[in-house]
């Protein structure tokens, strides 16, 4: 999603395909072999199969609000940090919290409290403004922003009570955007033609 979102915010045009991950075209395999998505092949025929990668190339070509070009050097590394955390231990906590099924030897409630703690340091800075960063939506909203969804909607009544109202409010702020509305429509499923 987040790479969508960049890529949608550039204003750049590329062809999506939307695949079904159980039933992975081969197409799909043989210029991505992780077998993951996303997957962006370029012109030249280079492969990114990182989102972070796809959002550093879209704004590398196009970034209208700044969203990269506009931070300073203690924005720089405060956006690293969360992201650093966010795709590293949150995102751990995360799917343990999310498909705990498939973590039978731990509980629930703790890996939640573990992500809670992400949580509470992004509330806290959202204390301060209205994103991350400032007041305007940037990089780093858009890179945290889908796994701070995913964490909120397995227990969305338990998320909603949380004391987190600064994260909520931000949350809602990324749920009603038009960039994520444009990037939530349901495109039909790529086959390819032979």
């Known amino acids: 999603m987040r790479a969508r979102m960049a890529v949608s915010y550039s204003g750049i045009s590329v062809e999506l395909r939307e695949v079904d991950l159980r039933n992975k075209p081969q197409a799909m395999l043989q210029v991505s072999p992780k077998a993951t998505v996303p997957v962006l092949v370029l012109d030249d025929g280079s492969v990114l199969e990182e989102s972070l990668d796809i959002m550093r190339w879209a704004l590398a070509i196009s970034d209208p609000d700044g969203w990269l070009t506009d931070l300073n050097e203690q924005s ?5 940090d969360i992201i650093a955390e966010n795709d590293g231990s949150f995102k751990q906590h995360l799917d343990q919290y999310k498909y705990a099924d498939r973590f039978p030897e731990l509980a629930v409630q703790e890996t939640r409290r573990k992500g ?10 959202l204390q301060q403004s209205r994103y991350l960063i400032s007041d ?25 009570a949380t004391n987190f109202v600064h994260l909520q409010r931000w949350l809602q702020r ?4 038009r960039l994520f509305q444009m990037v939530m429509k349901k495109e039909p499923v790529w086959v390819a033609v032979e």
């Open 76 to 80: 720089r590394s405060i956006a690293k």
């Open 116 to 125: 809670e703690e992400f949580l509470a340091k992004l509330d806290e800075r």
């Open 136 to 160: 305007q939506p940037g990089f780093v909203d858009v890179a945290v922003f889908p796994f701070i969804r995913q964490f909120a909607y397995v227990d969305k009544a338990w998320f909603d």
């Open 174 to 177: 990324q749920l009603d955007s």
